[in-house]
T-cell receptor, first 116, second 111 residues
Framework: ETGVTQTPRHLVMGMTNKKSLKCEQH?????MYWYKQSAKKPLELMFV???????ENNSVPSRFSPECPNSSHLFLHLHTLQPEDSALYLC???????????????FGPGTRLTVL | SQQGEEDPQALSIQEGENATMNCSYK?????LQWYRQNSGRGLVHLIL?????REKHSGRLRVTLDTSKKSSSLLITASRAADTASYFC???????????FGAGTRLFVKA
């Protein structure tokens, strides 16, 4: 257990559905991340929140909508997804330092998303 | 090509042998990290080496960093079947918030 939990672990949804992924960290960290991992592709950073403010948004389609209500919780709201959005979605947290550079990230187990 | 490229893409060895994986990157970095991922699971942090360090050890792991060549290597000594996983290098970029991951090396250790 890394101290980062994700629910659900598996999700199958149709293209017209709306669903949400949830991430919770119990480590007291001040930064949280959403990554997408597709088969045979590097891990893609989607969103970064630091102190509940979004600091990175890597040109992610608007059908993915993040929400960070507090430093322990992160959501990814999904609507009208495409089959190519099927992937493993990973959440991570870290304690970002003012000295620069981003230190160790702690990952959740991921949500395996299948879009039909 | 991308920041943080691992080499080889896949590696198959016998239990007890050493496994070496390499990573190259392009930009200035604050640190370089190695992560491990078992199939379909989250990534687990193994070791972090800062840009002013050249070598670091943790148990059976040895990491080197050569900032002049923009490269790093991960050595796993006396490998075990349980070491079978994908290994990723990740760079913390100077002045940025991102940690950029490579595509990974898939290691298979045969018992």
């Amino acid at each position: 257990e890394t101290g980062v939990t994700q629910t659900p672990r598996h999700l199958v949804m149709g293209m017209t559905n709306k669903k949400s992924l949830k991430c919770e960290q119990h480590l007291g960290h001040n930064a949280m991340y959403w990554y997408k991992q597709s088969a045979k592709k590097p891990l893609e950073l989607m969103f970064v929140y630091s102190l509940e403010e979004r600091v990175e948004n890597n040109s992610v389609p608007s059908r993915f909508s993040p929400e960070c209500p507090n430093s322990s919780h992160l959501f990814l709201h999904l609507h009208t997804l495409q089959p190519e959005d099927s992937a493993l979605y990973l959440c991570a947290s870290s304690q970002a330092s003012l000295a620069g550079g981003r230190d160790t990230q702690y990952f959740g187990p991921g949500t395996r998303l299948t879009v039909l | 090509s991308q920041q943080g490229e691992e080499d080889p893409q896949a590696l198959s060895i016998q239990e007890g042998e050493n496994a070496t994986m390499n990573c190259s990157y392009k930009t200035s970095i604050n640190n370089l990290q190695w992560y491990r991922q078992n199939s379909g699971r989250g990534l687990v942090h193994l070791i972090l080496i800062r840009s002013n360090e050249r070598e670091k050890h943790s148990g059976r792991l040895r990491v080197t960093l050569d900032t002049s060549k923009k490269s790093s290597s991960l050595l796993i000594t006396a490998s075990r079947a349980a070491d079978t996983a994908s290994y990723f290098c990740a760079t913390g970029v100077t002045g940025g918030f991102k940690t950029i991951f490579g595509a990974g090396t898939r290691l298979f250790v045969k018992a």
